[in-house]
């Protein structure tokens, strides 16, 4: 994983557009997504998602992604459920069930190899600052499964933001210091 974290106007935002062309060139499936202030839910990771795979039941109906499907749905309701396999399926994230947010990274992490093929995939998110706790919590666990996968993980987020909540300070800090995370 890579991490951007600066103040504005530093050049957080050139590198990324660097990462993303690099990718590209080299035939790597490319995912963005941005967290806005107010932004809700897993928005940067829905918008990521929902940019690169709107058009495709390619990856919807890989057999990798059937025990993740209820979790990915949160990200695009409709878009990975609906066969009639899946309707009334237990997905695991009720009372005593899997973490949700173990469940939402893994889905995640194995939609991207997926995606990505044999070539891999890049999964950028940009203004971390901005997001919300659940999505901090998801990167935190890609932060650490993308090791030995074919997904690399790039995060940008301003470290003087004012006003900026804490917990959010306090996670990108907690990603930063991670042996497995580049700053």
């Known amino acids: 994983m890579r991490l951007g974290r600066a103040p ?12 993303i062309a690099l990718a590209r060139s080299a035939g790597l499936a490319v995912l963005t997504g941005r967290a806005v202030p107010g932004g809700g839910t897993y928005r940067a990771i829905a918008e990521a998602v929902l940019g690169h795979v709107r058009d495709s039941r390619v990856v919807a109906d890989a057999p990798q992604l059937r025990p993740f499907r209820a ?14 396999e899946d309707v009334g399926a237990d997905d695991g994230l009720g009372v005593g069930g899997p973490d949700p947010v173990l469940m939402l990274g893994e889905g995640v992490l194995r939609m991207l190899a997926v995606t990505g093929g044999g070539r891999g995939s890049l999964l950028v998110l940009e203004d971390l600052h901005c ?16 090791r030995g996968s074919p997904v690399l993980l790039v995060v940008s987020a301003r470290d003087d933001q004012p006003g900026q909540h804490n917990s959010v300070a306090v996670a990108v800090a907690r990603l930063a210091g991670r042996e497995d995370v580049t700053t």
């Open 8 to 19: 504005a106007g530093i050049g957080k935002s050139r590198l990324v557009t660097e990462t």
């Open 71 to 84: 979790a990915l749905d949160r990200l695009a309701p409709s878009w990975v459920s609906g066969s009639a």
């Open 131 to 146: 997001a919300d706790a659940d999505t901090i919590a998801v990167v935190e666990y890609l932060a650490g499964a993308v």
